[in-house]
């Protein structure tokens, strides 16, 4: 198991390495939005989505990165963006774990879907 992982965390340094010190963006850009879509795809698996809907969800969690990429987003100051974004954390964290693990259920999973995707694009940005 140690010698699968340790070629595991090889290959993909093999792959970031190269891509975080070139001197352009768009090859670091092109890994860290596959790695988004896996997160985006992993999170629609964990909210119950099988399929083509999880694999929609990776999809359009890509889709949204680049549209913020396009928009502009990381290039300019968007204080109001990460404002928001860090409110939202803190006061939903709060009431998520004052519910328990009993109230995640109780979330309609396309509002836990959506809140997952806008994370992982906030963190993507």
């Known amino acids: 198991m140690l010698k699968q992982r340790i070629i595991t965390a090889a290959i993909l ?9 070139y001197p352009e963006p768009q090859p670091l850009v092109a890994v860290a ?16 989505c099988r399929g083509a809907a999880a694999w929609g969800a990776g999809a359009a969690c890509v889709l949204l990165c680049l549209l913020g990429w396009a ?12 404002r928001g974004a860090g409110a939202a954390w803190v006061v939903v964290g709060i009431l998520l774990l004052r519910r328990g693990v009993a109230g995640w259920p109780r979330i309609p999973r396309p509002v836990r879907i959506a809140a997952g995707l ?8």
């Not at 792959?15 to 010190?21: E, K, N, R, V």
């Not at 939005?33 to 909210?47: P, S, T, V, Y």
Request: aromatic share 14%; charged share 10%; glycine share 4%.
């Open 13 to 21: 340094l093999a792959i970031l390495l190269p891509a975080l010190f």
């Open 33 to 48: 939005l596959i790695l988004i879509a896996a997160a985006g795809w992993e999170w629609a698996r964990l909210n119950d």
């Open 71 to 82: 928009a502009g987003l990381p290039s300019r100051p968007t204080p109001w963006l990460w």
């Open 118 to 125: 806008a994370a992982l694009c906030a963190a993507w940005l």
